[in-house]
């Protein structure tokens, strides 16, 4: 598929669905964090509509919490989701544990997205949610 396809079929998404259908769905199915839940879904939504839009999209969004709190759960769920939903949108998760705080340790940081790049046809189009991060970084949340 084209990115110009890629683009078109979220545009047809974004027409059929609500937002708060989306983030209905996605709040039945992960018990707690509100807002996170809120926060992650707010995020997807406004990337998928500047992606829509031919929009350059230039934000990221970093999730993080202690072990246990449904952040994976979290991301399991946005996954089924799409595949559901919009099943050529890539959903990738990647643990980055690899990461140091003085550089990568093992694969480029290339290889974090490589597998959108080399083996989905969305144009690069994708969400990729990259776990681990906050122990990686000495994060104590």
């Known amino acids: 598929m084209t990115e110009k396809g890629v683009r078109n079929r979220i545009r047809l998404w974004l027409q059929r669905t609500k937002y708060t259908s989306f983030l209905e769905e996605i709040q039945k199915n992960v018990v707690g964090n509100d807002d996170a839940i809120d926060t992650l879904c707010l995020s997807i939504w406004m990337y998928l509509e500047r992606i829509a839009n031919g929009m350059m999209n230039d934000g990221n969004v970093l999730l993080l ?77």
């Open 65 to 141: 919490g202690p072990s246990g709190v449904g952040k994976t759960e979290l991301y399991r769920q946005i996954s089924k989701y799409f595949r559901r939903e919009l099943n050529f949108l890539p959903v990738v998760h990647k643990d980055v544990s690899q990461i140091s705080r003085v550089g990568y340790i093992g694969q480029e940081p290339v290889e974090i997205v490589a597998e959108v790049l080399e083996n989905y046809q969305s144009g690069g189009i994708s969400l990729v949610f990259a776990d681990e991060v906050d122990k990686v970084m000495g994060i104590d949340t």
